[in-house]
């Protein structure tokens, strides 16, 4: 039975980054700078995907759709970052912590399942070319980008509702930026065994199963291009993958170096460095390595720049 003097918790206090004035200052220019460029950055993907016929592929159509889920999860986490480093820490409603931790999982969540579906695109493009137009048409590419949306969104639901139902009764202190799930268990006065299990078995389809595509595709994808006689057709045939296989072994890389290698000894403020990265360096990365690396994008950046400049 729950002891009545113990008081519900109706708002949750973030940390943030606990670092003298000066250093906070320099964070907050830091990443509002990032903010921006990410922002942009993906827009224009977005943008020029759009607009531009020659971006009408399979391909970009799904880069346009990691642009989308790049820019809501930095709306979701940043400008909230930012108002936490000027203020050295701030206030969140119950509703509004449950909010954003929603978000934050559906979009990494919707990354995950983008970035399988990518990995599938790349598969069938080089491993089965002859009939790449006829299995990825528009429509079979947009019922996959929405069961990526939906399956994310889904998936996160019901993590959030579970953790919700949790008692919060004491300590309302989250040592971190943002709303995340293991700062959160740590405040609940109720037992979170059913939660973990959850995550546990959330884990599998969001995660296990996607890695496993993921590497699967790639192998099948290196097979086919090492019997390709020609260097420079096999050089070619890499290069259409290469970007994707950047950002996947970036986002993967940062995911597991938070959430799935031990954290015994690792401190509080090396586990936040760690979060950065996935939360807002990678948004930030993602459109630069797919403008950078891809000669398409470049064309259509110049062409739109001559249309609107001259």
């Known amino acids: 039975m729950d002891d009545p003097n113990l008081t519900l918790v109706t708002e949750f206090f973030l940390l943030g980054f606990q670092v003298n004035k000066s250093v906070r200052y320099f964070l907050f220019c830091f990443l509002l700078v990032i903010f921006c460029g990410t922002i942009c950055g993906n827009l224009l993907i977005i943008t020029l995907v759009s607009t531009s016929k020659t971006l009408h592929t399979p391909m970009y159509f799904f880069i346009s759709q990691l642009s989308i889920s790049d820019i809501l999860l930095t709306i979701d986490l940043v400008p909230n ?4 480093l000027l203020n050295n820490g701030g206030a969140i409603t119950f509703i509004g912590c449950f909010t954003q931790f929603c978000f934050f999982g559906a979009m990494e969540g919707s ?5 399988t579906v990518m990995s599938y695109d790349r598969y069938v493009a ?3 070319p002859l009939h790449y137009t006829s299995i990825m048409t528009s429509s079979h590419c947009v019922i996959l980008a929405a069961m990526c949306w939906l399956f994310a969104f889904s998936m996160i639901m019901i993590e959030t509702i579970s953790t919700a139902k949790l008692f919060f009764c004491g300590p309302n202190t989250i040592d971190h930026f943002f709303c995340d799930m293991v700062p959160l268990l740590e405040l609940a006065c109720s037992d979170t065994s059913i939660v973990h299990l959850e995550i546990y078995l959330i884990s599998i389809p969001v995660i296990l ?3 496993t595509i993921i590497i699967m595709s790639y192998m099948y994808i290196v097979l086919t291009i090492l019997r390709i006689p ?3 057709d096999r050089h070619k045939a890499f290069s259409t993958c290469s970007s994707h296989l950047i950002v996947v072994s970036i986002f993967y890389w940062t995911l597991f170096g938070v959430y799935i290698v031990p954290t015994k000894g690792r401190t ?3 586990s936040k460095a760690l979060s950065l990265l996935y939360t807002v360096f990678t948004p ?3 459109p630069i390595i797919y403008s950078l690396r891809n000669k398409d994008i470049k064309k259509a ?3 739109a720049l001559y249309k609107h400049v001259i």
């Open 111 to 115: 990354e995950c399942f983008i970035l």
């Open 301 to 303: 950046v110049r062409k």
């Open 230 to 232: 020609s260097i420079t």
């Open 126 to 128: 080089i491993c089965n």
């Open 209 to 211: 199963i996607p890695t």
């Open 81 to 84: 970052m930012l108002h936490i």
């Open 268 to 270: 509080v403020t090396m």
């Open 284 to 286: 930030l990365v993602n």
